[in-house]
């Protein structure tokens, strides 16, 4: 059969070359048509935090898909979407919140976006409508999401389109600034009387080759916005649910973020849901009892659906039950441990690790040894996807010791055999 699939970030030399059709998943592994197993070490684009098939999310679907599959929250409300949304405030340093539900990550930035600006907008301040982020930032690819981040490797084509306004420099410490905070507190302070809200991705630039910067930079960032009137919002679409070590990245901050878009592993990746959890504060100044209509006319088909709904339900209970935010912390320092003779390696420029984030940056030179790598890492069964010259472990956190002990050997021989 011709492919007639406009495939996502991929190059026709790719689709010219082939890959494989993969037809089942289960824990940490992914089986082709030909009954290969791949270890899926992106965690299928970063969602997958319980692996493929955990039975209890597959049943919690297939209950609900016997009973409900569809209907709208505009208007109308049912169990699963009322639980979720009282679930997630819960899970918040302060709970007075509302959640408004979307599909996929960039449309819950997308609200995000728009929530900031129309919060403005409610308290008769329209000349703040400004959303930046960092630079080489990433929310996802929708217009809106492009603005607030913009990754060069991917965007170029839309520079003249995009919202252009300033940017918060990467932190880079220094002697007098030991959270390389100083050029970001400029940033704010100068357009602050502009600015609706800063949007980041806490402590990790994940689509920009997994960049990590520290969690005192964050907690100077949602300082400086409180005192500066701009609101904050956290996007832990690829963080959150236990990825750092703690259930959210901005966890490690000690922070109450204004908002909260989350997705991927909302549903342990089983089915396109996002959300973006509002702060009451916010949320109230959304009403249509005072002098002008401040409702949110703004929603998504499937926002609030009750077959997402209930995956997330059934993902949450289980990142409960079996610990997963803490196996996760301990994980990470035993990859940390095995992952360091990597360093040695002479085509490495620097390891650098994140909670079950382990990243190996290959030096500018070994480029072109990229793509070999991963092809070998391919055919011994490791699903790799790297950024540029960086490679990195994010598999899903129910990966056991000895799974990811054999994974890191195979990505540290394999460089061995190339570099
Ligand atoms: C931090 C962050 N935000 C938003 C998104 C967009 O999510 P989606 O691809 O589900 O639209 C991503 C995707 O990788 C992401 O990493």
Redesign the pocket.
């Given at each position: 059969m011709k492919n007639k699939i406009f495939h996502p970030y991929t190059t026709f030399s790719a689709i010219e070359k082939g890959f494989p059709n993969m037809v089942r998943g289960e824990g940490i592994y992914l089986f082709d048509d030909q009954g290969k197993q791949y270890v899926d070490m992106v965690s299928s684009?970063?969602?997958c935090a319980l692996g493929h098939g955990h039975p209890k999310v597959v049943k919690a679907i297939q209950e609900q898909a016997s009973i409900l599959q569809h209907s709208i929250t505009g208007c109308l409300t049912h169990p699963n979407v009322l639980a979720l949304a009282d679930r997630l405030a819960k899970l918040m340093p302060t709970p007075e919140r509302h959640t408004l539900f979307a599909s996929?990550?960039?449309?819950?930035?997308e609200a995000a976006l728009k929530i900031t600006i129309q919060y403005w907008y409610n308290l008769d301040r329209p000349e703040k409508t400004w959303v930046i982020g960092m630079d080489q930032?990433?929310?996802?690819?929708?217009l809106g999401?492009l603005g607030a981040?913009f990754v060069d490797g991917f965007h170029k084509p839309f520079e003249q389109v995009v919202m252009h306004h300033a940017k918060l420099p990467f932190p880079l410490p220094t002697a007098d600034d030991p959270d390389g905070f100083l050029p970001s507190k400029q940033v704010i302070e100068e357009h602050a009387d502009k600015l609706a809200a800063v949007i980041v991705?806490p402590l990790c630039l994940?689509?920009a080759g997994m960049k990590i910067y520290s969690a005192d930079y964050l907690k100077e960032l949602a300082d400086c916005c409180a005192e500066n009137e701009v609101l904050l919002i956290i996007?832990?679409?690829?963080?959150g649910f236990g990825r750092t070590g703690q259930r959210f990245a901005f966890n490690h901050a000690g922070i109450d973020p204004d908002l909260v878009?989350v997705?991927?592993a909302l549903t342990a990746g089983y089915m396109?849901m996002?959300a973006c959890i509002v702060k009451d504060k916010i949320y109230d100044t959304f009403s249509d009892t005072g002098e002008k209509d401040c409702t949110f006319y703004h929603g998504n088909t499937y926002a609030g659906h009750p077959i997402g709904c209930a995956a997330a339900l059934a993902a949450l209970d289980i990142y409960e039950a079996e610990d997963t935010v803490e196996r996760a912390a301990e994980m990470a320092e035993k990859m940390k441990h095995w992952m360091q003779p990597m360093a040695e390696i002479g085509c490495v420029k620097e390891l650098r690790f994140l909670g079950m984030i382990g990243v190996v940056e290959l030096k500018p030179e070994a480029k072109p040894l990229v793509a070999q790598i991963k092809q070998a890492l391919f055919e011994q069964g490791y699903l790799f996807r790297p950024l540029g010259n960086v490679f990195y472990l994010m598999p899903p956190l129910i990966i056991t010791d000895d799974e990811l002990r054999a994974a890191v050997y195979a990505l540290q021989q394999t460089l061995e055999e190339f570099c």
């Open positions: 684009w970063w969602a996929d990550g960039c449309s819950a930035v930032g990433y929310h996802g690819d929708s999401a981040g991705e994940g689509s996007d832990e679409v690829a963080m878009t997705g991927k396109p996002s």
